[in-house]
């Protein structure tokens, strides 16, 4: 349906607003008798910008004289004559109005069509919610362009409205000053004869009442004139109120979203250039309305006439401002935030920005910026504006910054390089809350003034909630309460309030967004992952990813309560990996070659039905950071059975001495990755090349190998070489730390109650075998035949 059609079918302010569009500038006619031929024009294509595209608006401006020609010619009847007559007359007016800049005629017809569009838009949007456009960024954008377009020619009307009222004012005074000029000449008749008097008092009188009776008219036309001025302002504020929300409440806030998101692992939350350049055009605008608006109280101070406009500026004169100062505390914003988990005596950063610092000159007398860090309930005090001047949860050490304008990029910011959190001030704990649960805040305030101390403003802005640590040890659990809190939390919320629990696919959500972000790969958790730990959350043996679909799962099952059996939670298992991963198996996991997330069951059924030597990778469930190896082989006990081995888990502190490849290089009896690829295919270009060279000094390198003591039938065995080898102990059971044959075979001693490994005692052994490499080969060998 073409748009003028569906134009003339608003109703109430819509259609009010449609209306006010027409004017002198452009006739309502011309756009009813010319509505396909406007409609079908490429006026996006013309950019106002760029003068070489006059050319164009010049032949628009022809072909729209033309149309209404042609369209005036063809009107027949008594009142197609009057028609005809006002066509043309319409035709000349636009051709006289527009010749000498046709691109204003474009600009014209641009804003027209854009707000037709808007209001139909508006009005289909309220009739049927449910059957608006899909909501897309090229759309939004368009839409508030559009927007600021009708602004602009709203305030453009305003100021030529503006200098109307305000030239009708100075004629209308100088004809005052003649009237009082008339009223004492009249006052010095009283000294001339009385036949003279009478002669020249009546001409006086004359033009006494003529002047008076205009001033009276006149009087009332100006009040009319700043009545319907100061209506027009009420329209333009509100529609930069709600362009204002449209850009601070709903774009910024989602730009805010996703920079929270992004501590999470998501997506970068993006640039604020867009963000920046609307809020300067608000910023402009709005000025610019507060500037008109002033400019009318002067002159009704001037010329003051009794009437309703005063009071009616003075609740413009408090809007605008309340808009103003809305849009300056909504835009003081922190570009980058202060790390999450931050720990004491240690240099952190952080950037705050002013996103109308630079259009209204607020670097012309910079303003400094302080950081204090303050508490949970500090910050719920704040924002409730009650008294928390000078409070404060600890000491951060060079927290003072001035903003500083970047001309290249019209950015206003602070840098904080060099911050440090001398100390923390703990508030007491609630229940089982750990020091990682309590969360803190930055809190980063300026003030400055615009408009030559016309209006001060004290603006605050708070960080993401940050955990306070104080040893290494923490992070993990402090890691925890960022992620969930990131997470789950809503706008405009209580600080910091967060649901205690939630559903299970929403916490899937932020775990594989973290996992992604840390091991820096597009291979994210699986369905069948995903299955796996909700297995591992709810103590569960269901394979159906449906049955968890309306599950909840709470904090304290998320990192509070351990695992059964297990002296770790759901999250320190799950963050053990991804430390893993991202520092060991990154390029592993994404080739592919690492299933991980499996139970030992499921390893077995699925090697057994595969040739020996098959083997698979999985995550230990009993070791936080754990990987082990699960094989198919024969039993050496018992001719003809095949069973799954289990290999101790490999950790962090294993791969810093060996590589995960080269392990499986060493092991000759793994030789196929599940399901069926030849192990060289997959781990030798990540192996280490052997050394057989002698080093500067006539030493021969030794090498660590790994091996395992039981033996196992392979189709192509071959025998380890080297006298300088590590052993691993393997198990179709249980899960057992390495030890080494350059050192007595490890007794029952070093277990514990469950058969595990004492890991202190195998590290000692760890960090003797490296000094032991390290010594010359004689004297490694003349130790041992001691």
């Not at 299970?504 to 091991?519: D, F, I, R, T």
């Amino acid at each position: 349906m073409a748009l003028w059609i569906q134009a003339q079918q608003l109703q109430g302010d819509a259609l009010h607003q449609m209306q006010s569009l027409y004017g002198q500038h452009f006739p309502i006619e011309v756009r009813h008798y010319l509505a396909q031929w406007l409609e079908a024009q490429p006026w996006d294509a013309i950019d106002l910008e760029n003068q070489q595209d006059e050319f164009k608006a010049k032949r628009l401006l022809e072909g729209l004289i033309q149309e209404l020609q042609r369209k005036a010619e063809h009107q027949m009847g008594e009142d197609g004559f009057l028609l005809k007559i006002k066509l043309g007359h319409y035709a000349t007016q636009l051709k006289s109005s527009y010749d000498p800049c046709p691109l204003e005629l474009v600009r014209c017809v641009k804003h027209i069509l854009y707000t037709e569009q808007r209001l139909v838009q508006e009005a289909s949007n309220a009739s049927s919610p449910g059957s608006g456009p899909v909501d897309g960024t090229p759309q939004r954008y368009q839409q508030i362009n559009q927007t600021f377009e009708e602004l602009r020619v709203m305030t453009q009307d305003t100021e030529n409205d503006l200098r109307k009222l305000q030239h009708s004012q100075e004629y209308f005074i100088i004809q005052y000053q003649e009237s009082l000029r008339i009223q004492a000449q009249l006052s010095s008749l009283a000294s001339l004869p009385p036949a003279e008097r009478v002669q020249r008092e009546s001409g006086l009188q004359s033009r006494k009442s003529t002047l008076e009776a205009w001033l009276t008219r006149e009087a009332n036309t100006l009040q009319k004139y700043r009545q319907e001025l100061a209506e027009k302002h009420q329209r333009t504020l509100a529609l930069l109120r709600k362009q204002q929300t449209v850009i601070v409440d709903d774009e910024l806030i989602q730009w805010k979203r996703r920079q929270q998101l992004a501590g999470n692992g998501g997506p970068s939350e993006g640039g604020l250039d867009i963000l920046q350049a609307w809020c300067e055009k608000l910023a402009d605008m709005i000025w610019q309305n507060r500037q008109q608006i002033r400019r009318v109280e002067h002159l009704t101070q001037q010329l003051p006439i009794p009437g309703p406009t005063e009071e009616l500026l003075t609740e413009l004169n408090a809007t605008v401002t309340d808009v103003i100062s809305a849009l300056v505390t909504s835009t003081f914003i922190i570009e980058k935030q202060p790390p999450q988990v931050l720990k004491t005596q240690t240099k952190f950063s952080a950037t705050v920005r002013l996103l109308v610092g630079g259009k209204l000159n607020v670097h012309m007398n910079p303003p400094q910026v302080k950081a204090t860090i303050i508490s949970e309930q500090q910050a719920k005090a704040l924002l409730k504006n009650e008294n928390t001047r000078n409070d404060s949860s600890g000491e951060i050490l060079n927290n003072n910054c001035v903003m500083e304008y970047h001309q290249t990029t019209g950015t206003l910011s602070a840098h904080f390089r060099t911050m440090s959190l001398k100390r923390i001030k703990r508030s007491d704990r609630r229940g089982a809350e750990s020091v990682t649960e309590e969360k803190f805040t930055v809190l980063f305030e300026s003030q400055f003034s615009v408009g030559g101390n016309e209006l001060v403003f004290h603006v605050k802005t708070l960080s993401l909630p940050v955990v306070v640590i104080v040893h290494g040890s923490q992070d993990n659990n402090a890691t925890a309460t960022v992620l969930w809190d990131n997470a789950f939390s809503e706008p405009g919320r209580v600080p910091f309030v967060v649901p205690d629990k939630v559903l299970w696919p929403q916490l899937c959500e932020a775990l594989n967004m973290k996992y992604k972000s840390e091991v820096q790969s597009d291979r994210g958790l699986s369905e069948d992952n995903l299955v796996f730990l909700a297995q591992k959350a709810f103590s569960s043996s269901s394979n159906n990813p449906e049955d968890y679909c309306n599950m909840t799962i709470t904090w304290s099952q998320f990192n509070r309560e351990s695992l059964p059996g297990r002296n770790f939670t759901f999250w320190q298992w799950f963050d053990g990996v991804i430390e893993l991963m991202k520092k060991h198996l990154k390029s592993h996991w994404n080739d592919g070659a690492i299933l991980g997330f499996l139970n030992k069951q499921q390893a077995q059924d699925m090697l057994m039905s595969k040739p020996n030597g098959t083997f698979l990778l999985r995550f230990s469930d009993s070791e936080i950071g754990g990987i082990t190896i699960a094989w198919v082989a024969e039993n050496p006990n018992k001719a003809g059975e095949r069973m799954v081995w289990n290999l101790m888990p490999f950790t962090t502190k294993d791969f810093s001495i060996r590589s995960l490849a080269d392990r499986i290089s060493d092991l000759n009896h793994l030789l196929f990755l599940y399901p069926n690829q030849p192990k060289e295919e997959v781990f030798s270009r990540y192996c280490t090349p052997p050394n057989s060279k002698a080093v500067g000094d006539g030493y021969v390198k030794p090498e660590i190998k790994q091996v395992v003591k039981v033996e196992f039938s392979s189709p192509n065995p071959e025998p380890s070489s080297g006298n300088s080898f590590m052993e691993h102990a393997a198990s179709p059971t249980v899960n057992q730390h390495h030890n080494f044959t350059i050192y007595p075979s490890m007794n029952e001693s070093m277990l514990d109650t469950e058969g595990e490994f004492d890991l202190d005692e195998t590290m000692d052994m760890a960090r003797q075998v490296e000094e032991f490499l390290r010594q010359p080969m004689e004297t490694q060998w003349s130790g041992q035949q001691s």
